[in-house]
């Protein structure tokens, strides 16, 4: 790995990166079975300077911003080179949102350049919003040969003969606009500078290493805090190499493990989830021998691993699991939401760890992660090197808000200084999650502050612990909220909880499900029993990263339901 | 080949057929996430059906955004 301490900025560490290992495989991309580019460090340095060349002809400098709107592939990251090697502002944005999101965003932003797949690029220019963008250029890969550009370039196309010109950053200068995903309609441009990203990759690969030959599966969006820092900047700084799929179907994503021998992935807890599910209905299937004999294994493996992961000898006892996964995975990576601790717990039996941390857009990436000394599956780990966490005003049983302060926290936010200063307080960053620390210095998160009720016994209740109780519930989805957080009522007492469930397609309310509802209930303490519940007929608003948008729900809810909705259980 | 309104026709049938809701419930203009009550992991099975029974193949993120049958339907016509 490089030495960061030595870098003053992105740009001139991922340089000396193409040039340390020019012979190693960086990028390799497959579009379901088929492979389209394998790079190695050396074949991306060729890629990227033509580009940056074209960017400084076309007068793209120091400071100017550009941003990026493409789904997880190879020209994602060359592009972004090609900017921080010009000394530019990147502004990678959610290629899920919509063309109306992206046209406001890029206006707050005041991006001078737009790098940005053909299909998003033909929704933007469809969008009655368009006419007045003030982007100066913009590059359209994969567009089709006679397809109408509306005035922008074409990537493939858009380059230059000779060195360009490297422009060297400083620490404190900005690298990244990166939008929040938080819930609220006000645009959320979390100003992050070199200094953040080049601490947050020493703290993370301390405990996480990579080196020439690790394999990181890039699944979630590149745009995303976690895809670019594991995905990209990672990687990139160790010598290690990415594997972009242009396919998020299970079965290409399960191919793909094998395939190319996977190192690392991160994945949400949803998809996390669907995995675990469909594991655990091919392991249902085995009979008789086989099945006593693969749980003696688990059982085996669970004994020899309660203190550490013992990657290798799982790997020997559980082989045909592990070959499932290519045989050379070493941990899968989660956050982002809460998650459930028997998918980790399950995991964690096969010999599979997966290393939940906690993090925030604010604060560069993660602040904790699991460092698996031991495995515990019912926190999000402890601070990462660097992260300095406390609780404010903490409750009787040490509840409080989450407060970070590190090299990794935001400068602000962008053009927004009443939020920035309601957000850092005496150079803290108020993370608005309710959290506590343990004995052994693991972070326990137990909700968001707004979302929390304080019962008239004096005692805090958050939705999302509750949620937990209902794991494995029969239904779509079901989320957990706090009845005057759905219909403010200027009053704390008499307040209840609310039980959300979205069913699945033609399935019914049944008799039986209300049983269900109940006895978990049950298992509740009386002053956290969900009162009652509601039936939603369309799915959750999420987040990029299927966090619950709870906000947005909330609204949506308020406008069509009232409390007279509510069944009592 | 077929042409458009075929193409779209055949849709709104695998669609109907695949998600097992009476046919006449759907519309050509309809949000199929919110018609069908689906995820975008489950859209992407119907987009595996939809690719064997037209030969074609349908890029994920060629129909990032899409959500009516209408577009759809346009999206693969092009491809046949």
Same mark, same amino acid.
Request: charged share 30%; hydrophobic share 20%.
């Given at each position: 790995m490089l030495n960061l301490d030595q870098y003053s900025c992105l740009g001139v560490a991922l340089r000396d990166a193409l040039e340390r290992w020019p =012979? +190693? &495989?960086?990028l390799i991309e497959a579009d379901r079975d088929r492979e389209k580019t394998r790079l190695t460090y050396s074949d991306f340095k060729d890629v990227a300077m033509p580009l940056s060349r074209a960017l400084e002809d076309a007068e793209f400098n120091s400071g100017d911003r550009a941003a990026i709107i493409m789904t997880n592939q190879s020209k994602w990251l060359i592009s972004a080179y090609a900017v921080f090697y010009r000394g530019g502002v990147l502004v990678p944005l959610d290629y899920k949102l919509t063309a109306a999101e992206h046209l406001q965003l890029l206006a707050h932003c005041k991006a001078k350049f737009l790098i940005v797949e053909y299909h998003l690029w033909r929704a933007l220019t469809q #969008? %009655? +919003?368009?006419? #007045?963008h003030k982007l100066k250029k913009v590059l359209v890969t994969e567009a089709p040969l006679k397809a109408d550009l509306a005035g922008a370039y074409r990537w493939e196309e858009f380059r230059r003969k000779g060195e360009p010109g490297f422009v060297a950053r400083q620490r404190e200068d900005v690298v990244c606009i990166v939008y929040s995903s938080g819930t609220g309609g006000r645009p959320k441009g979390c100003v992050l500078t070199h200094d953040n990203y080049l601490e947050q990759c020493k703290s993370l690969t301390a405990w996480y290493p990579f080196w020439p030959g690790v394999r990181y599966l890039s699944i979630l969006p590149t745009n995303h805090a976690i895809d670019f820092m594991v995905g990209f900047i990672g990687p990139f700084v160790c010598g290690a190499c990415v594997v972009h799929l242009r396919t998020l179907r299970p079965e290409f994503v399960r191919d793909a493990f094998v395939r190319y021998k996977i190192t690392y992935v991160s994945l949400v807890p949803m998809i996390l989830k669907n995995l675990e599910r469909g594991l655990r209905a091919k392991l249902d299937e085995l009979r008789g021998a086989k099945r006593f004999l693969l749980r003696r294994m688990i059982a085996l493996n669970k004994w020899l691993t309660r203190k550490r992961p013992r990657v290798s000898l799982s790997r020997k006892l559980l082989s045909r699991v592990h070959q499932g996964f290519g045989g050379e995975l070493r941990a899968m990576f989660t956050g982002g939401a809460f998650m459930e601790p028997s998918t980790l717990q399950f995991f964690y039996d096969l010999g599979i760890p997966v290393a939940n941390g906690y993090g925030l857009t604010e604060a560069g990436t993660s602040l904790t992660l699991n460092d698996l000394k031991p495995f515990r599956a019912d926190t999000v780990g402890k601070p990462l090197p660097g992260v300095e966490l406390r609780i404010l =005003? %903490?409750? &009787? +049983?040490?509840?409080g808000e989450v407060a970070v302060r590190g090299k990794t926290v935001m400068s602000h936010y962008l053009d927004d200084p009443e939020l920035t200063a309601q957000t850092i307080v005496d150079g803290w960053l108020l993370t608005g999650d309710l959290g506590r620390f343990d004995g052994s210095g693991h972070l326990q998160l137990f909700g968001r502050k707004k979302n929390m009720i304080v019962t008239e016994g004096g005692k805090n209740i958050y939705p999302e612990d509750i949620e937990t109780v209902f794991e494995g519930l029969p239904v779509k989805e079901y989320c957990i909220f706090a009845a005057n957080y759905l219909? %403010?009522?200027? &009053?704390? #007492?008499?307040e209840m909880l609310v039980l959300l469930l979205r069913l699945e397609q033609n399935q019914e309310f049944t008799s039986a499900l209300r049983e269900e509802l109940i006895t978990r209930n049950r298992r509740l303490p009386d002053f956290k029993r969900v009162g009652g519940y509601l039936l939603c007929g369309k799915d959750f608003p999420r987040t990029a990263s299927m966090k619950i948008k709870r906000t947005v729900l909330a609204e949506e809810l308020r406008k069509i339901l009232d409390r007279a909705a509510l069944v009592e259980l | 080949m077929p042409n458009p309104d075929q193409t779209l026709t055949e849709i709104l049938n695998l669609a109907a057929a695949h998600f097992k809701v009476s046919r006449e419930k759907l519309t050509p203009d309809d949000d199929f996430f919110k018609t069908l009550g689906i995820d975008s992991l489950q859209t992407l099975d119907l987009l595996t059906r939809l690719e064997h029974h037209f030969h074609i193949e349908l890029p994920d993120y060629e129909l990032q955004g899409v959500s009516d049958f209408r577009t759809l339907a346009d999206r693969i016509q092009a491809r046949l």
């Open positions: =012979n +190693e &495989t960086c #969008s %009655p +919003e368009f006419k #007045s =005003n %903490p409750d &009787t +049983e040490g509840i219909w %403010p009522a200027k &009053t704390l #007492s008499r | -």
